[in-house]
C-alpha cells in the first residue's frame, strides 16, 4: 500500500529577531504558563518556503492581478485579487487558488502542502524580549535639516526657529526614540504533511471546478495525462515536470529563510533537527519536550528521540542545545534525499 502522506517537523533555533511582521512581533497568549509567546503564522512559513522552491527553479511565482472598484460616488475600493488559476505556474500547483468571479463558477483548488505556524517548541523554551532603539543621525547635524512647523502647518524660518529655541531653552535633535520594541528568541518547531495524492493532480470535475475546460485542454496538450485518484477523474502532471520540482520541494520546505524585516535583527534560525515519517504522531514524538519539575520553577528540556519511529536529521548546531544530540554535518541533505525517495516513488499515475 502506498502512504498518500510525509509529515515533516522541523525544530528551529532563533534568537533576538522578528519573524517578518509589519509593526510587531506577532504573539499569543499560553494559559497554561501563563506566557506571551511568539510565532510565525502558517501563512508566513508557506510563502517563505515557496519562494525558496521558486528560488531553487530559478522560475518567477504566478502573475497576480490586483482589482479596484468605483462606487457610485467614485470612491476607490479593493476588490478581489485574481490568480491565474494555472497549474503550469509552480507555486499555484503547490499553492493552491481561490478566484470567485461575479458571474462566473468560482474556481477552488487547495493546496497539497498544509503548514503549520511556527511556534514554540514548548512555552518555556521561548519567549520575547523587548528594546529600545533610536533612529540617530546626529554626528553630522549639517548634513541633515530640521523642520518646526506651526500650527497652520507653515515651516518657520531659521531666525524664527533660533527665536523659539532661544525663548523656550530648547535644542533640536536629530534622532528619534522607538520604544518597546519586541524581539523572539528560543526554540522553534513548524509542521508540513504533503498529500502525495494531490499533489501533481488537478481534478477535471467541473461542478466544483479546480480549473475551467479552456485549462484542461491547455493541460492536455502540454502532456498531462487523464487518470482517477481517490477523489474522481484527474490529470496528471507528465514525469518530467514532477522529476523537476520534487528536489525543489525538498530544498524549499527545509531550507527556507525569512529575510525581510531582519536588517536590524537578522537571526541564522539555524535548523536543529527534522522529523519524517508516515504518521503525524510519530513525527510529534520525535520532536518533543519534557515538562520538569526538579527546581523551584518548573522547566522544560528539548528531546530528539530516535526511538520514536521517525527518520531523524540532526544537525550539528544542535549540540548547542540538546545534550547528546549527535550532530552531523550532512543532516540536512539526507534530510532532502529522504523527503525526495518519498516523493519519487509515488505512483502518482495509477494511484
Not at 123 to 149: M, Q, Y
Not at 156 to 177: C, I, S
Not at 261 to 268: E, G, I, K, P, V
Amino acid at each position: 500500500m502506498m502512504e498518500p502522506f510525509v509529515y515533516i517537523r522541523a525544530l528551529r533555533h532563533a534568537e533576538h529577531t522578528v519573524f517578518c511582521v509589519q509593526e510587531e512581533q506577532k504573539k499569543y497568549y499560553n494559559s497554561q504558563f501563563g506566557r506571551m509567546l511568539p510565532y510565525s503564522s502558517g501563512q508566513q512559513v508557506k510563502r517563505s518556503a515557496m519562494e525558496g522552491i521558486l528560488t531553487f527553479l530559478d522560475v518567477q511565482a504566478a502573475p497576480t492581478t490586483f482589482n479596484y472598484k468605483l462606487d457610485k460616488k467614485d470612491n476607490l475600493g479593493n476588490a478581489e485579487p485574481w490568480s491565474p488559476c494555472d497549474p503550469t505556474y509552480i507555486d499555484q500547483l503547490l499553492g493552491g487558488w481561490m478566484r470567485a468571479t461575479t458571474g462566473e463558477i468560482a474556481l477552488k483548488r487547495r493546496s497539497p502542502l498544509s503548514i503549520s505556524a511556527m511556534r514554540p517548541l514548548h512555552p518555556l523554551l521561548a519567549g520575547t524580549t523587548k528594546e529600545n532603539a533610536t533612529f540617530d543621525r546626529s554626528n553630522n547635524p549639517d548634513l541633515h535639516p530640521v523642520n518646526i512647523r506651526d500650527a497652520e502647518g507653515h515651516i518657520l524660518q531659521p531666525d524664527e526657529v533660533d527665536e523659539y529655541l532661544q525663548k523656550n531653552k530648547r535644542t533640536l535633535g536629530r534622532r528619534n526614540w522607538i520604544p518597546d520594541l519586541v524581539r523572539a528568541e528560543g526554540l522553534f518547531i513548524y509542521d508540513i504533511a504533503i498529500d502525495k495524492r494531490t499533489l501533481f493532480s488537478v481534478s477535471t470535475n467541473q461542478h466544483e471546478p479546480e480549473v475551467h475546460n479552456e485549462t484542461i485542454e491547455k493541460l492536455k496538450n502540454a502532456g498531462w495525462v487523464e487518470r482517477q485518484n481517490v477523489f474522481g477523474k484527474c490529470l496528471i502532471a507528465p514525469k518530467e515536470m514532477r522529476d523537476k520540482i520534487i528536489p525543489a520541494i525538498a530544498h524549499g520546505i527545509i531550507n527556507w529563510r525569512i529575510t525581510s524585516n531582519q536588517a536590524r535583527t537578522f537571526s541564522l534560525m539555524e535548523t536543529l533537527a527534522i522529523a519524517i515519517s508516515n504518521n503525524a504522531n510519530i513525527i510529534a514524538a520525535a520532536i518533543r519536550a519534557k515538562l520538569k519539575n526538579d527546581s523551584d520553577k518548573p522547566r522544560a528540556e528539548p528531546i530528539i528521540d530516535d526511538t520514536a519511529g521517525a527518520n531523524i536529521y540532526v544537525t550539528l548546531p544542535c549540540d548547542g542545545y540538546i545534550v547528546d544530540a549527535a550532530g552531523t554535518a550532512n543532516a540536512l541533505q539526507q534530510a532532502e534525499n529522504d523527503i525526495i525517495e518519498q516523493l519519487q516513488s509515488y505512483d502518482y499515475e495509477h494511484q
